[in-house]
């Protein structure tokens, strides 16, 4: 299961190339859910590190703007273990890769408020970024559902405009620079990470109307990240969102292909599906 796909360079160059060819931007490459960086198990950090580095490795030849990662459970720890624990393993991880003469970051997703889950709140993701500058090219990567389930308002206009003051002064919203778009099936505050198509849970169809239309924004990319149930259900909540756009989109909207939120698809330049895969996102088209 640790055994990552191999890149060939000339699968590397052809991505380039039609990148470039296609205007296919930015690249967003999801870290492997295998990987726990503030593990208390020594061995398994070590798996853990070595994978990261992968990751990173593999992301830079793909000529990837972003790499998404989970910092991890700090379960059997204290959180301020974990956090320290996170930090020194992305640095090892990292230790003398060259980040000079590329567009790439590392972006830490919050999650959904899970007890022994680092980055469950803004600020958890703000400490571990500050932690890395310096180390390793950094960002956030927020997610929509999470954010619910985890207790912040999206909902409501007066939530919405205080959460978004939150992300400003923990992290700054220049730090985020991708929004996974998922509605939630639980409840605000829940911190069950269930993901839901969008405008059908409980957050409904206007929060995802102010994120794409909030000019603080405009320097994002949105990725959807909803279940597929029924084929077709990519496209459609890809074209939710885009009539939700009142003006020319600031950002193209794709969906992450899913098979459900049991089996989430991870792609790595035509990898398999299932758990402990990888999962490659680009925000830039629609596959189907």
């Known amino acids: 299961m640790w055994r990552a796909q191999r890149l060939e360079a000339s699968h590397c160059e052809q991505m380039r190339r ?19 960086l503030c593990s208390q198990t020594a061995l398994f950090r070590e798996k853990s590190i070595v994978a990261f580095r992968g990751e ?24 301020a273990e974990g956090l320290r624990l996170a930090a020194e393993s992305i640095a090892r991880a990292v230790e003398g890769v060259r980040f000079d003469d590329c567009d790439f970051r590392v972006l830490i997703e919050n999650t959904a408020g899970a007890e022994f889950s680092l980055g469950g ?3 958890q993701v703000a400490e571990l970024i500050e932690k890395l500058r310096g180390i390793v090219p950094v960002g956030a990567c927020l997610d929509t559902c999470h ?9 409501s206009e007066a939530g919405y405009e205080q959460t978004v003051q939150w992300v400003a002064g923990t992290m700054g919203l220049d730090a985020v620079r991708v929004w996974h778009m998922n509605d939630a099936k639980a409840a605000r505050g829940s911190r069950l990470d269930r993901h839901q198509h969008i405008g059908k849970g409980t957050m409904g169809l206007e929060p995802f109307r102010r994120l794409l239309n909030d000019a603080r924004f405009a320097h994002c990319a949105f990725i ?45 330049a035509g990898g398999g599906g299932g758990r402990g895969k990888r999962r490659t996102n680009a925000s830039i088209y629609n596959r189907n």
């Open 18 to 36: 039609l990148r470039k060819e296609y205007d296919c931007a930015p690249l967003v490459i999801h870290t492997s859910y295998l990987v726990n």
């Open 56 to 79: 990173v490795e593999r992301a830079l030849a793909l000529g990837a703007e972003y790499l998404v990662l989970h910092p991890g459970s700090w379960k059997g720890l204290t959180r």
């Open 121 to 123: 709140s803004f600020e």
């Open 147 to 155: 954010c619910h389930v985890a207790g912040y308002d999206l909902v």
């Open 224 to 268: 959807a990240e909803t279940p597929v149930d029924e084929d077709g259900d990519e496209l459609r909540n890809v074209e939710t969102m885009k009539e939700l756009v009142i003006s020319e989109p600031r950002s193209v909207i794709e969906a992450a292909p899913q098979r459900g939120r049991r089996q989430e698809r991870r792609e790595e």
